[in-house]
T-cell receptor, first 118, second 112 residues
C-alpha cells in the first residue's frame, strides 16, 4: 500500500518570503509518479507538477521549484517570493505505475494549508 | 475549452434521499474517477472507470453507485445507505497513456 505524509498542516508566511512544503511518501513499487496539486478556495484541484521515479532532477518553473530525493522518499515544493494568490491548500500525491489502459489511482496526503499574508 | 464539468456546485439532501452528481468531460479521456474530500483531509477514491460500461470500487464505495454509459459522462449517486454523505465531491479524468489526473471544480453535498 502507498502512503503520503504532509506533516505541515498549516503554514503562514508574509508576502515575498520563501516557503517550502514537505512531502514524504512510502511505496514498495519501483516505478511510481509523484504529483503536487493546488486547491484554492474555489475547490478545484489544479495540477502543478508530475515527476516519475526515474527522474530525480529538480525542477524550477517560475517561482515554483521541486526537490525530489529518492534516498529520503521526499518530494518537497518551494515557492519563492510568495504572493497572496499562492494562498491555498497544497496536496502531494502518489500513484504507482499501471499498464496502459489501466486507471491511475492517486494516494493523497492530507494537505498543507498555506496562507500568505500581505 | 476542454475540461471537466461538475454539477450542481451545491446540493442539499434530506436524509433518506438519493442524489446524483453529474460529471461530464470533453477531454476525450478514457478513465474517470470520483473522489470524496472531508474538511482538513485528503481525497479518498470512491469509484473509478477505465472504459465505458466498466467501473471498479475504490476505497470507500459503500453507499455510492455509478454508471458509465458514455465516455464523456460518469455520474455518481449518493444513496441513502451512505451514512455520512456531507462532503466535497471531486470528479477527475485521465488518458490511457498519460499519468496525470485532471480534476473538475467539485460539488458540495450537505445533508439537512
Amino acid at each position: 500500500a502507498q502512503k503520503v505524509t504532509q506533516a505541515q498542516t498549516e503554514i503562514s508566511v508574509v508576502e515575498k518570503e520563501d516557503v517550502t512544503l514537505d512531502c514524504v511518501y512510502e511505496t514498495r513499487d519501483t516505478t511510481y509518479y509523484l504529483f503536487w496539486y493546488k486547491q484554492p478556495p474555489s475547490g478545484e484541484l489544479v495540477f502543478l507538477i508530475r515527476r516519475n521515479s526515474f527522474d530525480e532532477q529538480n525542477e524550477i518553473s517560475g517561482r515554483y521549484s521541486w526537490n525530489f530525493q529518492k534516498s529520503t522518499s521526499s518530494f518537497n515544493f518551494t515557492i519563492t517570493a510568495s504572493q497572496v494568490v499562492d494562498s491555498a491548500v497544497y496536496f502531494c500525491a502518489l500513484t504507482i505505475w499501471a499498464p496502459s489502459g489501466s486507471a491511475r489511482q492517486l494516494t493523497f496526503g492530507s494537505g498543507t494549508q498555506l496562507t500568505v499574508l500581505p | 475549452d476542454g475540461g471537466i464539468t461538475q454539477s450542481p456546485k451545491y446540493l442539499f439532501r434530506k436524509e433518506g434521499q438519493n442524489v446524483t452528481l453529474s460529471c461530464e468531460q470533453n477531454l476525450n479521456h478514457d478513465a474517470m474517477y470520483w473522489y470524496r474530500q472531508d474538511p482538513g483531509q485528503g481525497l479518498r477514491l470512491i469509484y473509478y472507470s477505465q472504459i465505458v460500461n466498466d467501473f471498479q470500487k475504490g476505497d470507500i464505495a459503500e453507499g455510492y453507485s455509478v454508471s458509465r454509459e458514455k465516455k464523456e459522462s460518469f455520474p455518481l449517486t449518493v444513496t441513502s445507505a451512505q451514512k455520512n454523505p456531507t462532503a466535497f465531491y471531486l470528479c477527475a479524468s485521465s488518458t490511457r497513456e498519460w499519468n496525470t489526473i485532471y480534476f473538475g471544480e467539485g460539488s458540495w453535498l450537505t445533508v439537512v
